[in-house]
């Protein structure tokens, strides 16, 4: 087995013509291959992971910070190229926006199921500090124990960057929990993670929006049980927002050019299926271990290179 850091051989490779599945390819394009970045940590890493498979193979990376959710009108357009985190709770709707308009495709799906939900930390759960979770009913009766400074004596969720989900929560929360609950919205993902240490040291009870799989699977988090999600129920979909949030796919978008102008890089792309344990070590190596995002791919590409490998057929 080839080595990550033995780039040349690869890029040889990728010059020449590559017969994947009995069709002849085209070498990959020598233009860059743009990845964007997020404010989360499994896509960020994740980004570099995919960037770094793709300059083994011999291929020019960028890296561009986007909008989360303008983001595939990005690739629609062809400033981008790919979005390898395609949340179907949050996402999905500007998905499928940009792909019924033209120039975005669904490059496949990863193996892990998701869930993007608001939900407490174990330990909220195990010291029984609202009695009956993870029931939503339980939230009305034991809001004072979720307040914090800035809440106005209300029970307090922690939402993520109000660009990830709109009105969502605030709908939710006025649908079903009424008064005495209001939405405060965290400036980023590091501001969830920052508050469940600081709610832990402090002894207070925190409720936040969080997602898996992520790295806080590990240490254990208790999403809320709402009413079942079904098609419509959202306020922003002409529904009366009295349901949780729907378990969904991962999926992987590219720019309708690609599969032209790279095929082996795209070849590999659409084969490359994540389950959740292997994006909840990418998000851990920086939320845990305090590496740089750029420094964690390097040590999961490292430690994980016949995972990679076998996934995408690259250097096999």
Not at 220 to 244: A, H, M, N, T
Not at 253 to 266: D, S, V
Not at 272 to 277: E, H, L, T, Y
Request: aromatic share 12%; hydrophobic share 40%; with cysteine.
């Amino acid at each position: 087995m080839k080595k990550f850091t033995s780039k040349v051989a690869a890029a040889a490779l990728v010059m020449t013509l590559a017969s994947v599945s009995g069709q002849t390819l085209a070498a990959d394009s020598t233009k860059p291959i743009v990845i964007p970045t997020h404010n989360w940590s499994s896509q960020v890493v994740m980004a570099y992971v995919i960037g770094g498979i793709f300059e083994d193979m011999g291929n020019n990376v960028e890296y561009v910070s986007a909008d989360t959710q303008g983001v595939y009108e990005s690739i629609r357009n062809g400033d981008v190229t790919i979005s390898h985190e395609v949340w179907q709770s949050t996402f999905g709707a500007s998905f499928y926006a940009a792909m019924a308009k033209g120039g975005l495709i669904d490059a496949g799906t990863h193996a892990a199921l998701t869930l993007e939900e608001v939900g407490v930390p174990q330990w909220v759960v195990d010291n029984n500090m609202c009695p009956g979770l993870p029931d939503y009913k339980a939230l009305i009766d034991c809001y004072e124990v979720f307040a914090t400074v800035d809440s106005g004596g209300k029970g307090r969720i922690l939402e993520g960057p109000q660009s990830w989900h709109g009105t969502e929560y605030p709908d939710r929360v006025e649908a079903l929990l009424g008064d005495n609950w209001v939405v405060k919205f965290a400036g980023s993902a590091d501001a969830l993670w920052a508050d469940h240490v600081a709610a832990e040291k402090e002894g207070r009870a925190t409720l936040t929006f969080n997602w898996t799989p992520n790295f806080t699977d590990g240490a254990g988090f208790v999403f809320i049980e709402w009413p079942e999600y079904y098609l419509g129920c959202r306020k922003q979909d002409g529904g009366d927002s009295k349901c949780g949030s729907p378990k969904g796919w991962l999926k992987k978008a590219a720019n309708y050019k690609f599969p032209k102008t790279h095929p082996a890089a795209y070849m590999a792309f659409s084969r490359m299926s994540f389950d959740a344990g292997q994006i909840g070590s990418m998000a851990a190596l920086v939320d845990l271990e305090g590496m740089s995002h750029k420094d964690a791919a390097t040590k999961w590409l490292a430690d994980n290179e016949d995972t990679w490998r076998a996934m995408t057929g690259v250097g096999m």
